[in-house]
């Protein structure tokens, strides 16, 4: 089993709509967890951390933690075209000195 | 501030060549990191580093060297290049582990 996993996609999401991004994790010791963003060609950018379970909202985005049944999810409201792009959601155990990446949810959001 | 720099951006090595893969940061982070990234995959650590001086494994260091000699740089090393290593190398720093920063990559192809 992987450690983190993801639905690789592609996700393709009318624009307007809401799109779930979902993350499974296999260590329950994970303490800290964030999704990054990466366009195509670029480099992953961190859009969202979460560490407590529950829901963290920060605009259009929202993230939200299970830690008894070891998921994370992003949801993406009012979904636009800009935001089309591969989404990697990251874990980190406590006193780890590192993250340990899912492999990618590819999203596509239709005009 | 510049950020995270890397050096070159795109690179073609013929098998049996050795190269070294430049990676500055002006944030004055600790925590380096070196990720590879093959196409349609999520990032597979290579080497970290805590601070100067200290480095280690991560999950897939065969076929890489690293040193960090300095807060500031951190570069990879690829000796006797093979085709399993072409793909797309990413530089982070953090001043923590959760919150990376990365480089804009360099893509490496080995022929």
Redesign the interface.
């Given at each position: 089993q992987k450690e983190v996993e993801?639905n690789?996609g592609p996700l393709s999401v009318p624009e307007g709509a809401i799109a779930s991004l979902n993350c499974t994790y296999s260590d329950r010791v994970s303490q800290?967890f964030?999704w990054y963003r990466q366009y195509s060609g670029?480099?992953?950018?961190?859009i969202m951390?979460i560490y407590s379970n529950g829901d963290k909202e920060d605009g259009r985005f929202t993230a939200q933690l299970n830690k008894a049944s070891q998921y994370v999810s992003l949801l993406i409201r009012d979904s636009q075209p800009s935001d089309s792009a591969t989404y990697?959601c990251a874990v980190?155990r406590q006193g780890?000195?590192?993250?340990?990446?899912?492999?990618?949810t590819?999203l596509t959001i239709n005009p | 501030n510049a950020g995270v720099t890397q050096t070159p951006k795109f690179r073609i090595l013929k098998i049996g060549q050795s190269m070294t893969l430049q990676c500055t940061q002006d944030m004055n982070h600790n925590y380096m990191y070196w990720y590879r990234q093959d196409p349609g995959m999520g990032l597979k650590l290579i080497y970290y580093s805590v601070g100067a001086g200290i480095t280690d494994k991560g999950e897939v260091p065969n076929g890489y060297n690293v040193s960090r000699s300095t807060t500031e740089d951190f570069p990879l090393r690829l000796e006797l290049a093979a085709p399993s290593q072409t793909s797309v190398y990413f530089c982070a720093s953090s001043p923590n582990p959760d919150t990376q920063y990365f480089g804009p990559g360099t893509r490496l192809t080995v022929l």
């Amino acid at each position: 089993q992987k450690e983190v996993e993801q639905n690789s996609g592609p996700l393709s999401v009318p624009e307007g709509a809401i799109a779930s991004l979902n993350c499974t994790y296999s260590d329950r010791v994970s303490q800290s967890f964030f999704w990054y963003r990466q366009y195509s060609g670029k480099s992953p950018e961190l859009i969202m951390s979460i560490y407590s379970n529950g829901d963290k909202e920060d605009g259009r985005f929202t993230a939200q933690l299970n830690k008894a049944s070891q998921y994370v999810s992003l949801l993406i409201r009012d979904s636009q075209p800009s935001d089309s792009a591969t989404y990697l959601c990251a874990v980190n155990r406590q006193g780890a000195q590192k993250l340990v990446f899912g492999q990618g949810t590819r999203l596509t959001i239709n005009p | 501030n510049a950020g995270v720099t890397q050096t070159p951006k795109f690179r073609i090595l013929k098998i049996g060549q050795s190269m070294t893969l430049q990676c500055t940061q002006d944030m004055n982070h600790n925590y380096m990191y070196w990720y590879r990234q093959d196409p349609g995959m999520g990032l597979k650590l290579i080497y970290y580093s805590v601070g100067a001086g200290i480095t280690d494994k991560g999950e897939v260091p065969n076929g890489y060297n690293v040193s960090r000699s300095t807060t500031e740089d951190f570069p990879l090393r690829l000796e006797l290049a093979a085709p399993s290593q072409t793909s797309v190398y990413f530089c982070a720093s953090s001043p923590n582990p959760d919150t990376q920063y990365f480089g804009p990559g360099t893509r490496l192809t080995v022929l």
